[in-house]
């Protein structure tokens, strides 16, 4: 069981680069999520979406797009990275309802922007 | 305003119980989530609690308090595999997760 993949792993961008991360689940979830996570910080919420076809803003959006134009796929786009956009990406899963806060990570995505 | 304290690191011998506390503050509460997260990998959900009391998972327990504020996770027979970064999340009345900083558990011999 797949769970929730990730691709890249890893990538180095320079300033000004743009770059596409790319989640999957298999798990039929409805809601999807990109957060990131900085040493010394609390995982930050930068989208979400409820369904296919929507999107929503989490705590820190500027910087950052997203698109789910399939159930199973979660799209995080840097338009124009900076170095403060360095971090690590994960994304997760859940479903609506009791299960809500109970999500399932994919293996993060390490980005270093130069 | 919404907050959540946990403390940065702690240390614990094999064998031994440790007990990770967690302290909010909101408005709104769904909720309070601890997950596990080993150096270098995603993190893992333990355990959700909605109302006071204990709730038991094996060696793993969580307390809520809602009207503390206050969460701890207790971990009992302590094993190496056990070293990882503990989070304390909880749940807005928006039903978002807010998340502490986590918790580095380190296991000595």
């Known amino acids: 069981n797949a769970g929730v993949t990730q691709t890249p792993k890893f990538r180095v961008l320079k300033t000004g680069q743009s770059m596409t991360l790319l989640c999957a689940q298999d798990?039929?979830?409805?809601?999807m999520y990109w957060y990131r996570q900085d040493p010394g910080m609390g995982l930050r919420l930068i989208h979400y979406?409820?369904?296919?076809?929507?999107?929503a803003k989490g705590e820190v959006p500027d910087g950052y797009n997203v698109s789910r134009l399939k159930k199973q796929n979660f799209l995080l786009g840097l338009e124009s990275a900076a170095p403060s956009q360095t971090s690590v990406y994960f994304c997760?899963?859940?479903?609506?309802?009791?299960?809500?806060?109970?999500?399932?990570f994919g293996e993060g995505s390490r980005l270093t922007v130069l | 305003g919404q907050n959540i304290d946990q403390p940065t690191e702690m240390t614990a011998t094999e064998g031994a119980i440790v007990q990770i506390n967690c302290t909010y503050q909101?408005?709104?509460?769904?909720?309070l989530f601890w997950y596990q997260q080993h150096a270098g990998e995603a993190p893992t959900f333990l355990s959700y609690?909605?109302l006071d009391g204990l709730e038991e998972k094996g060696r793993f327990s969580s307390f809520l308090s809602r009207s503390k504020g206050y969460s701890y996770l207790l971990l009992k027979e302590l094993q190496m595999k056990d070293s990882a970064s503990y989070l304390c999340?909880?749940?807005?009345?928006?039903?978002?997760?807010?998340w502490g900083a986590g918790t580095k558990l380190i296991i000595k011999p």
């Open positions: 997760a899963s859940s479903n609506p309802g009791v299960h809500t806060g109970e999500l399932f």
């Open positions: 798990m039929n979830h409805e809601y």
């Open positions: 979406s409820v369904g296919e076809g929507t999107t």
């Open positions: 909101t408005s709104g509460f769904n909720g």
């Open positions: 609690n909605v």
């Open positions: 999340a909880f749940m807005d009345s928006n039903y978002q997760l807010i």
